[in-house]
Every structure is written in structure tokens, then in C-alpha cells.
């Protein structure tokens, strides 16, 4: 957060709140929305809050085609996530007034050449054995689905996962989180303060960038990549975050485009073993992603960055030249050790992480501010949440 | 300029002027500069100063290596531009006090493949019938001069042809515009307004947008691609011009990047027979450069226009793959049949053109501003612009 523009705060502000969340990205938000509902005194403190890697996503809500090879725990998670998604939305839309996307026509993963489609079989075959809903398509099917898709796509697998709009979801939870009496104060903090013994830590509030203290009984840490670098953290409660930035372009269908949709669910892909997904949104944009690239806080577009995902995605499906391109945007994913996020109480009392979200932020909004509500509340962490205590790396060496 | 915003004229502009410039680009700003150096009254209109063609431009001043067969007489005039722009240069900045950013360390062109380089030796053969000053160079040489240059680059060309930065350039010509005297007006021309008999038509000043009249002994028309369509014209005097899109990406070196400039002159190539050019910048920034869409008035880029940019670009110049992406961003060009401009003197009297000039507006402003200059206050076109009459193509068709 240190290259963030720092706005003074404003007076008459309290000085004393049940909840300070620092950082608000979809995460910080969807936590400082939930815990408001359950009657606490909430102030969220970002400077330019959804700004940041929730401004990058693309807003895929992908549990079943980002399975990984022994991360099955996070699988059960972004399952989770995914069911609990469409009741959020539902919510949101009433407590914002503004619809955030939610599209669900599935997702068709699909190969380019011989070795992607290799992949896709043992994708397949592990799919098969985790039982997950995945059918099998040829080519022609794919095309039959997907009338735009290159004709040498060689066969693909259909799935569920679904998408929301990121943009929008950012701007309904803004919105909520105003209306539902969030204090958003548009700055930064300085650091974290606490009370107590070493051995007994106790968190007692935020210094702002202005030097104000804001006193509270709870901090969520929601500052994403940036948390890690949150000063006044004993070294085994920073949270192992490191950034990872991904990149996206934005294109834009023209209008009245061939009188036809370019694209009508979201189209991933292995092209030379390459990843690419293109989310199409009821507007007509299409968004290209994304982009894996260890450049600690860099957060700006590369020029190979720009070209690797066009050249990939035009493979798949080629109209996408004739498409408007209206902006490459990069962000900074909070990635963690074992791709899992960390989201619990700390070594700290009163201090509880929701970071560490790494490509599924979006996903795991909704039941990471369930979660951070039940532990604020209850002090419970919910079951789903269980193995994602950020204790598992209480040891981990603080990011260089 | 029908889809540009429109602002409400001053309250207490006069009603009348020496001359009324139309359009706010290079040679619109330039032509309004010079003229109130000559001491008469000028207005120049345009919702945007500088922010059509000139601000997609590259700035390359490039008479030598835009040459092509059959455009002897342009090759001439830009050969007097690109002369005059270090006298233009220093004035300009005088007058305003920024600095246009010319750049006078010759440009290399470089071929690719084999194709590519059977071209430039033809390339080179023509110029030397010309007498141009064109260093033949094999690839070795080449990279001694720009040691970024792609391994495969066959060969080249080193010519004196220089660059100035267009944005900078746009930018003191409104301060000089200012400065002198010329009066600002940030809106559109709803009609060009004339007097007499078919036969024997007088300009007599313009209608702004907002209705207002404005009178003038003389309009100069230099308003780029949307030319044609200023309304009040007759038939014969509708320049002969259409919009060729280009877009062009602006790329930055990171700071301290390599301890190394990843390229000291223009460089331009053909790339499996494609055109690519890398424009440097003092602070650099590499434009690189250009499409030629015919795409009507959509002033867009396009996803594939950018993936053609970047995939030549880095044919070359491999290390562009590790600078920012800053932006795509797209103009168009006020193309003529003969890739020539419109200057001078129209059938209607007092309305004077300064348009049409494609590719190589940067470079002719300053000979363009003298000549609009001469024929406004001396009734005289110089020997250098006495080719390019738009009366060559006064019956030709208006475009659709």
C-alpha cells in the first residue's frame, strides 16, 4: 500500500470501533458488509478501495476447471464458494442495488494441439476420479456450442463454473457497504497496534497514515499482496503472502458485431501448454487472461505480457482481432505458499487474516466474509474454513 | 467532428477575425501560430486541441525512409520539411517555452527475412537513383549500432531522418498559440458560411456550433479526416480525403532497466514484408508504429492491430517484450488519392486548405504553416507547395 496516494481522513471521525479492516478489495468489502449486517461498528480503511487485483480479475468463478493436482482441499473450498454464490449475488444485488454479473452458462475448457490435448485428457481422467461434473467433447461440439471457436481446436470439456462481473461486484459491495453504514475512510494504515506481552498479544486498533489511532477490538487484515507489508505485526503473524502479478486485456465487441455473440460462456484453453481464458460479459466485452509473473510490487502491464495473450487467445478463437481492445490492466494476486488462502484468527487475539486468496479472490469472497463473521462474532471458525488457518505458516519467513 | 463534445463559445468573443482556422491539430495550430506571428487576428476552433491524429502520431520525420516509386514530388516536400524542422524546432520552443523533443540520431531500417531483404535492397537501388543518403549495412553492423537488434536481422539502411515527439510538440504549439494571441475556441464548426454566386463563391466566415457567427476574409480548412464532412461547401471545393486508421502502442523502459537504452534511433523493418517502426524517446518511452485500417470513422484499436504491432515489433527488437505497456491508442490519418496534401487555395475565395497530409503531418507542419501564411497575407503559394493544389482533385467524389 505504500505507493497508494494517502487522503487525510475526516474530522468528527470516532475513534473507537468494533472492526477496523484494512483493505478494501472484495474480500476487505464483502468482510466489512457482513460483519455491519451482524450489528457491529465497522470502518474499512483503503485509499482507493476495489482498485486493486479485484480491479484485475476477470471474475471467473472456476473451482472445477482450476483443480490442481493435490489441492483438493481448495477444490472443496471453491465448491463451496461457487454454491454459495448465487444467493450472495442475490443479496448484494438487494442490499447495492447493482446487479454484479453473475453468468451462468458454463465454462468449455478446450486444446489446441496434440500435447494440449493430452493434458486435457489427464485432466479429464483426474476430474473423473475427484467426481467432478465434467463432459467430454469433440471438437465439432465444442464448435457446435461455440460457432466462433478456431476450427483446429481439437476437443474439450464442458463444465459448470461460472462468472461474475469483478467491476461490478466491487462497485455493488462499495455501495453496500455504504449504505449498510461502513465507515470507508479513503487512506491508509500506518500500522497495526497492540497490547499485551509477547507471549499474550492482543490487538488493540490501527494508527492511520496521519498518525490518528483508530482503537477496535478486531483487525481483518484484507490488504491482499499488500499485507504482508502492514507494519506492527509480530514476524510469526505476517501472513506468507507474496504478489503475483497477472495481467488481462480488456476488448469490446463493436456494435451490431456480424449480428452474432463472439463468445456466449467462458472459453479457457492450453495452447502449446500455455493458459488463456477469454469471460465473455452481457455487455460484449470479452476478457483475456491472465498473465502469471513474479515482479514483486510491479504492478504494469508488459509488452510480452500483452502479446502472449492475444497470441493465445486468437488461436482459440480468432474474431477476437477484430474486437475493440480497450485497455491491458495488471494486478497483484496475494499468492501464498500452498495456493490456499489464509483466512482465521492469528497468534495475535482480535487479529484475524482474510488474504492470501491468490487467483480466487471473487470465488472465495462469500464465504471468507461468512467466515470472518462467525470468527468476529462467534469466535468460530466455520468447518469449510478449517484447513485455511493462516497458523499453518506462522513460521514462514516474512517476503523479502 | 460530429462525435466530439461541444463547449459553450466565451461570453465576449468578437464576431469577427482576420482568419478562422478549423481543426486544433498540428498543422491547424501551426498555421494559426504562424498567421498571428504575421500579425492578423486568428481564431482556431476545435473541441480537443491536438487530440486527434497528432496525438497518435510517432513523430517520425522520415522523408528518406518513407520514400516510395512514383511520389517523387511528396519525397521533395518532405525533404524541405524535415529541413525546416530544426530552425521550427528552436522557434517553437522559444515562442512557448516547451521543448518539441526532436531527435537527430538518424534512423535505421532493417529487414527480417530474406523477402524483407531482397525488398530493402531494391529499396536501397531506387533511393540511389534519387541521390538520397542511405548507408548500406550488413546485420553485424547493424547491432553495432543498436546492440538490442534481433540476431536474425539481415541487414539495413542508416538514413539521417529524424524524430520529434508528437505529444511535446502538440503541446507547444498550444502554449505558442496561446501566447501570441490566438484566440481558443473549444468547439465545433457547424458550417462553413460563404457569399456571391455559384460561380464565384466567397468565404465569408464560419457558424459555430452553438449558432454563433463568426465572419472572416479567410477560413483555413485543417481538419484532418473530418474535413470532408464540414458542411457548406460546395462539391468542387470538398477535399479529397478519407480516414485511414493507425494504431500505435506507447511502451516505457523500466527505470534502470539493464543500466542500458534498449534503442537510440528510430528503427523500422519489414517483417515478412509487414511495416514496424520504434520510435525512441529521451525519457524512454518506444512508440511503436503503425497500422493502415480503412475503417471509416472508427477511431478505435483493435486487438489484432495491437498483436500485429507487438509480434513484428518484437521480431526486431526482442527486449520490447520486458517494457510497460502504457497504451494502445489509435488516429486517423486525412488520407488523399495520391497520398499527397491539400494546400492552398480552393474554388471558393478567402477558403484555404491545409489538410490531406496522411502520414507526415508532424513533419510538414512547418513548411505547411509558411505556405497557408503566404497565400493568407500574400496571395502567393511557394515554389514547394505549388504540387499539391487541392484544385488537382476538385471534381472528385465527396466519400461516403
Redesign the interface.
Known amino acids: 500500500m505504500s505507493t497508494r496516494p494517502t487522503s487525510m481522513t475526516a474530522p468528527g471521525l470516532p475513534d473507537s470501533f468494533d472492526v477496523v479492516v484494512v483493505g478494501g478489495g472484495v474480500i476487505g468489502l464483502s468482510c466489512a458488509w457482513r460483519l455491519t449486517e451482524r450489528g457491529l461498528g465497522v470502518a474499512l480503511v483503503d485509499p482507493d478501495p476495489g482498485h486493486g487485483a479485484s480491479w484485475a480479475a476477470a471474475g471467473m468463478l472456476a473451482p472445477t476447471t482450476e483443480a490442481s493436482y493435490g489441492e483438493e482441499s481448495l477444490l472443496r473450498l471453491g465448491l463451496a464458494g461457487a454454491a454459495r454464490w448465487p444467493s450472495y449475488a442475490a443479496e448484494l444485488a438487494a442490499a447495492s442495488g447493482c446487479d454484479p454479473g453473475l453468468r451462468e452458462q458454463g465454462t468449455l475448457v478446450v486444446a489446441h494441439d496434440a500435447g494440449d490435448k493430452a493434458e486435457l485428457d489427464r485432466f479429464a481422467d483426474y476430474g473423473a476420479r475427484l467426481g467432478l461434473r465434467l463432459q467430454s467433447m469433440s471438437g465439432q461440439e465444442c464448435r457446435r456450442l461455440e460457432p466462433m471457436l478456431a476450427p483446429d481446436v481439437r476437443g474439450g470439456l464442458l463444465a459448470a463454473d461460472s462468472s461474475a462481473h469483478n467491476r461490478l461486484t466491487v462497485a455493488a459491495l462499495i455501495a453496500a457497504c455504504e449504505q449498510s453504514g461502513v465507515r470507508m475512510l479513503a487512506t491508509t494504515v500506518e500500522q497495526i497496534e497492540t497490547t499485551g506481552t509477547a507471549a499474550n498479544l492482543r490487538v488493540s486498533g490501527v494508527r492511520l497514515a496521519d498518525g490518528q489511532p483508530l482503537r477496535s477490538e478486531h483487525v481483518v487484515v484484507a490488504a491482499g499482496a499488500w499485507s504482508p507489508l502492514l507494519a506492527g505485526l509480530p514476524e510469526d503473524a505476517v501472513p506468507a503472502v507474496r504478489p503475483v502479478r497477472g495481467t488481462v486485456?480488456r476488448?469490446m465487441t463493436?456494435p451490431d458485431y456480424r449480428g452474432a455473440e463472439v463468445l456466449t460462456r467462458t472459453l479457457r484453453g492450453t495452447v502449446a501448454g500455455a493458459h488463456v481464458y477469454l469471460v465473455p460479459r452481457e455487455d460484449g466485452e470479452v476478457v483475456v487472461g491472465a498473465t502469471m509473473e513474479e515482479a514483486g510490487y510491479?504492478d504494469?502491464?508488459?509488452?510480452?505480457?500483452?502479446?502472449e495473450l492475444?497470441?493465445d487467445?486468437?488461436l482459440l478463437l480468432p474474431v477476437?482481432?477484430?474486437?475493440?481492445?480497450v485497455?491491458?490492466w495488471s494486478g497483484l494476486r496475494p499468492a501464498t505458499p500452498d495456493n490456499a488462502p489464509l483466512v482465521g484468527p492469528t497468534t495475535v487475539a482480535g487479529l484475524v487474516m482474510a488474504t492470501g486468496h491468490g487467483r480466487n479472490g471473487i470465488l472465495l469472497a462469500p464465504v471468507t466474509a461468512d467466515a470472518v463473521a462467525a470468527v468476529v462474532t462467534e469466535d468460530v471458525v466455520p468447518d469449510a474454513l478449517q484447513a485455511f488457518s493462516p497458523l499453518r505458516f506462522s513460521h514462514a519467513q516474512v517476503p523479502a
Open positions: 486485456l476488448l463493436p510491479d504494469r502491464p508488459t509488452a510480452g505480457g500483452v502479446w492475444l497470441r487467445a486468437r477476437i482481432s477484430e474486437l475493440t481492445f485497455e491491458a
